[in-house]
């Protein structure tokens, strides 16, 4: 039995049907291959207008709002809480008394102090009666002939700190001096006698001998000296004693809290019969003799940037809130004092403040950040000031801040992906009005988020090519391939065999033959 003709008819059709199939996928090849040849067309021929308006620049923080002025209110006497005079949420003014503590022993060390500074004020004064004293000296009067009170002054002026008290007083200045002659030599019985001796019988009328009174002043320098040094030492003691008086009076004033700020009182660590600790210092307390304590009652310290204070009692006042954000180390740099901010609230999307820097901080936010260990990036923080209405803000809360850092209004710019290459200096492809095309030099100022600035080099209303992005595969096909393929193994025929036309394009034979 002859079935020969049968198997050429059947390899016939099979042959016609491959090559109608390779043909069909040629032409299915050439259309994709074109469809997509034109979708590139139209891709790399998008073009961005030069238009008029305003570039902005911005770099964005993230942080947390604070107010410098929220105080920590401490003691500067610690004891035992006698009364707490407000409660959380109480608005409170500056200076209105918050607390006290027991005054006892802060009494005590007034009085004791007191009576050493009466002590030591007494002992000056002694002591500067003793240096008057010395420094006047020792006073002596004597009285001498008229005849010797000249050379009595001499002497005393001679004598060691001595001083003569001046010219010599007689008694009688105007009577002159008795005659060497009239004295006699005999022991003075023979004024009676009538004779022997040259007085004669008027022995007893001779004139009194002429005196006068010397006064001499004599200063002890070493005593003098002595003097003056106990007056030093009294005048040591009497500050120390006013030192004393001081302090204990401070520490009097300390055991009454004032508040140093206006705003609410946000927590109170303690309750009435607790014993605090007191800092020992004050903020802005008084000095000098006779002070009362009336200032520096308390001990304050006030929020830092992005803290919040902690302290006995603790007041907020969102008056001259502020935000302190982190800025990745690139856009720090940008960063300068004056610039524009907005804040938004991250709880709060809807709310945006007005703002402006302050500050940038030149040290990184955490010791080692940006290190080849941890691998993260640095970071630096920025004060900045939020304006206008900040009652309703609170410590804490977290923002999402945007700084401008470069604006350029009412000028040239395009599409920032227009522009090749970097810096100030950059290209682009000018599409003129038939078509065609032409690389420019094009020079931008302000670079902002999505435009640049264009100084020179393109004018308004050109149209330049925006670059395309390359995107994966090929020809519309992963890898340039035809989806599928044109089938799998098998060939064309099926396997050998009775009735095995072989099931197309890839089949194996559907039978099998036997």
Excluded: H
Excluded at 37 to 49: C, D, I, N, V, Y
Excluded at 74 to 86: I, P
Excluded at 288 to 311: A, C, F, N, Q
């Amino acid at each position: 039995m002859k079935v020969l003709p049968r198997r050429r008819g059947a390899v016939l059709v099979n042959s016609v049907l491959a090559v109608a199939l390779l043909v069909g996928g040629a032409v299915a090849y050439s259309t994709v291959n074109s469809t997509s040849s034109a979708a590139a067309g139209k891709q790399t021929s998008r073009t961005a207008t030069v238009t008029k308006g305003t570039v902005l620049a911005t770099v964005s923080g993230s942080g947390s709002l604070s107010s410098p002025t929220d105080a920590a209110e401490d003691f500067v006497t610690g004891g035992k809480l006698t009364a707490v005079r407000v409660s959380v949420g109480d608005t409170v003014t500056a200076g209105e008394v918050l607390a006290t503590v027991d005054t006892t022993a802060a009494q005590q060390a007034v009085d004791s102090a007191n009576t050493a500074l009466t002590t030591a004020q007494a002992g000056l004064s002694s002591a500067q009666a003793n240096l008057t004293k010395a420094q006047a000296g020792t006073t002596t009067t004597s009285t001498v002939p008229v005849g010797q009170a000249g050379n009595a002054a001499v002497q005393a002026s001679y004598t060691a700190g001595g001083r003569p008290s001046g010219s010599p007083s007689s008694s009688d200045s105007s009577s002159p001096a008795p005659s060497s002659s009239g004295t006699g030599s005999s022991s003075g019985s023979g004024g009676n006698s009538g004779s022997g001796g040259s007085g004669g019988s008027g022995g007893n009328n001779a004139p009194a001998p002429q005196t006068t009174t010397i006064t001499t002043t004599k200063v002890d320098p070493a005593a003098v000296a002595q003097a003056q040094q106990q007056v030093a030492q009294a005048q040591q003691q009497v500050d120390t004693a006013q030192t004393t008086v001081t302090n204990a009076q401070t520490a009097l004033a300390g055991t009454t809290l004032t508040a140093t700020v206006s705003g609410t009182v946000a927590s109170i660590s303690n309750k009435v019969g607790d014993t605090v600790d007191g800092t020992g210092s004050s903020a802005g307390s008084g000095s000098g003799g006779g002070s009362t304590g009336s200032s520096g009652t308390s001990s304050t310290k006030t929020s830092s940037s992005g803290s919040t204070p902690s302290g006995f009692i603790v007041i907020t006042n969102p008056t001259g809130m502020q935000v302190t954000a982190d800025f990745s180390e690139l856009d720090s740099l940008k960063l300068q004092k004056g610039q524009a901010a907005t804040v938004t609230l991250n709880a709060q999307s809807d709310t945006t403040l007005n703002a402006s820097v302050l500050s940038v901080s030149p040290l990184p936010v955490s010791s080692g950040s940006g290190s080849s260990a941890s691998g993260s990036a640095v970071q630096y923080a920025a004060v900045l000031q939020i304006n206008g209405d900040t009652s309703k803000l609170r410590t804490g809360m977290s923002a999402t801040i945007s700084v401008v850092t470069g604006e350029a209004d009412n000028a040239l710019s395009v599409s920032a992906s227009a522009l090749s290459g970097t810096g100030t200096t950059r290209t682009a492809t000018l599409v003129k009005p038939d078509g065609t095309t032409s690389r420019v030099s094009v020079t931008v100022g302000v670079q902002g988020d999505t435009t640049d600035q264009v100084v020179s080099g393109l004018s308004e209303g050109d149209k330049v090519q925006i670059i395309p992005t390359t995107s994966g595969g090929s020809n519309g096909f992963p890898s340039g391939a035809f989806p599928g393929g044109f089938g799998g193994g098998g060939g064309f025929g099926g396997g050998g065999g009775r009735g095995g036309g072989g099931g197309g394009l890839g089949g194996g034979g559907s039978k099998g033959g036997n």
